[in-house]
């Protein structure tokens, strides 16, 4: 029963985000201050894990193609796929959610319980719009950007093991990689990202928004957020899956 | 004017305050008194709104704020600044930002006159020259002033401090309240204030309203609070040996 209570309070919610900024100006500046903040302060990390899998996914298929009837391009056209179908969405924003949602979760719960939001609430703002519209926007139009990089450097890494090692040679390996290609399966990635971006500003804004207490409850609503956020996604990755692939 | 009728506000089945009616006047520091969670705080959310009586009504000026639609809203609280028992401030910007935040929000003044506006704030709560510091780098009475100064940036008609003492020494609360008294003389507001702090009472006292369990006790200025008959109103007032001793010379 209570999760059509949470339910109902995150559309009430929602409902509140979604109307017109009270000054256009501030609100850029207030979008662009969270590209920074949930966008470029993810690159790292996303860099960093999609470089890695690439090159582990790479020297496992490799590991496992070894058959005279397996022509070796399928190595990099399996890690090509791979990383646009799944990795550079899903498994990107698992991370993300991580990163940036218990972040959006604690900043905007630590306004909540030191009266932050209330005062902006009594100067006539509308809280809600203040703080998260300019989140979601900015995971909008950055975490695609992500899943681009996410899928390049993925094949990238492993280009990095083609070179290194002699599980592929490298011309395989790049002929694999422009086999085939379905540019149907970049759109598809990018609507994931997209519906992802979207939870995982909400949710975690949500739990953030409705904080009640003292830090410790800070703490747990970060770690709601995270946990959300998560199943969301996959149960989202499910539906869309089915909806644009099968 | 602020005028309160028969305020009712419940949570989860348990009444926080019944049926409070007061008047709070321009111009002077009208003070809501009790002990701790006797509804200072709740009465006081009640009447800027950030909760929904029950039962009752909130009139600023003849515009009744508990019917209004929401624009009426709206512009009633462009009149209100508020200063939260924690300050509130924005602890992500620097001073100046938090003071220029209502101007930009709601301002229609050019950046320097803005700019200005706020020096000027600043000054009248003594704390000119901190414009570049974050929130966490001053004092808790400095804090205290950059919210205060926050709330009367766009020269509101009505000014609500929720503990403004809590957590300072008894001289910077004498010069807080002091501040707050000299502020709502001088531009006429409204100003209602929640203490239990003595000093403040007998500093600033000039209509006060005693809550004992969210019902109304007792009230009148702090001439008259010596001839109290109400006895859980004296046992509050008059609870340190000090005040004791103050009554028995009046
Ligand atoms: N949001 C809330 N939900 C439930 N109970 C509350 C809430 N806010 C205050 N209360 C209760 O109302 C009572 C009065 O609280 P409060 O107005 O904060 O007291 P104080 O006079 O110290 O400011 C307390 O018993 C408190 O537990
Ligand atoms: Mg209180």
């Known amino acids: ?246 | 004017m602020i005028r309160i009728e028969n305020i009712v506000k419940t949570f989860s089945g348990v009444k926080i305050l019944h049926e409070v009616s007061a008047e709070f006047y321009a111009g002077k520091t009208n003070l809501i008194i009790g002990q701790s969670g006797s509804g200072k705080t709740v009465l006081l959310k009640c009447i800027v709104g950030l909760h929904h009586p029950d039962q009752g009504n909130v009139f600023y000026g003849d515009r009744n704020y508990s019917q209004a639609n929401f624009n009426v809203k709206k512009e009633i609280r462009k009149e209100i600044g508020m200063v939260f028992q924690g300050s509130a401030l924005f602890t992500s910007e620097t001073i100046q930002d938090n003071v220029m935040f209502p101007l930009n929000m709601f301002g229609k003044q050019t950046k320097k006159e803005k700019q200005i506006r706020v020096d000027q704030c600043l000054e009248r709560v003594g704390i000119d020259g901190t414009n570049l510091f974050f929130p966490g780098e001053l004092s808790g009475g400095m804090q205290k002033r950059a919210a205060i100064a926050r709330a009367i940036v766009l020269n509101p008609k009505y000014l609500f401090c929720d503990e403004p003492n809590s957590g300072l020494d008894p001289i910077t609360s004498l010069k807080i309240d002091e501040l707050i008294s000299d502020i709502t003389k001088e531009y006429n507001i409204t100003s209602i204030i929640n203490t239990h702090d003595m000093n403040s009472l007998m500093q600033i006292g000039e209509n006060i309203l005693f809550l004992n369990d969210g019902v109304k006790a007792w009230e009148g200025t702090n001439k008259e609070m010596f001839n109290s008959d109400s006895e859980v109103f004296n046992s509050f007032v008059f609870a340190s040996e000090i005040a004791k001793i103050l009554k028995q010379k009046q």
């Open chain 1, 1 to 246: 029963m209570k999760i059509f209570t949470h339910i109902g309070q995150y559309l009430l919610l929602m409902g509140k985000v979604f109307s017109r900024p009270e000054r256009l100006r501030i609100f850029l500046k207030q979008v662009f201050k969270e590209i920074e903040i949930i966008g470029m302060n993810s690159l790292g990390i996303v860099a960093i894990v999609s470089v890695f899998m690439g090159a582990v996914l790479t020297l496992q298929v490799g590991i496992n193609f070894v058959h005279p009837l397996i022509p070796n391009y399928l190595i990099g056209l399996t890690v090509r796929d791979t990383m646009i179908l799944e990795f550079a969405s899903t498994i990107i924003c698992l991370i993300l959610a991580g990163k940036a949602g218990s972040n959006i979760a604690s900043e905007i719960g630590t306004m909540r319980i030191t009266d932050q939001i209330d005062a902006l609430e009594i100067m006539g703002v509308n809280s809600a719009t203040h703080l998260i519209l300019p989140k979601v926007i900015a995971a909008l139009l950055f975490f695609p950007i992500l899943t681009l990089i996410s899928i390049i450097l993925g094949v990238a890494g492993g280009i990095g093991v083609s070179l290194l090692t002699d599980v592929v040679t490298f011309y395989d390996y790049v002929d694999g990689l422009r086999l085939f290609f379905h540019p149907y399966y970049i759109l598809y990635t990018m609507v994931k990202m997209l519906i992802y971006a979207f939870i995982i500003t909400t949710v975690s804004s949500y739990h953030g928004y409705f904080t009640n207490g003292g830090a410790l409850e800070v703490g747990k609503s970060s770690t709601k957020a995270v946990v959300y956020s998560i199943i969301a996604i996959l149960v989202m990755d499910l539906v869309i899956t089915q909806l644009m692939l099968t």
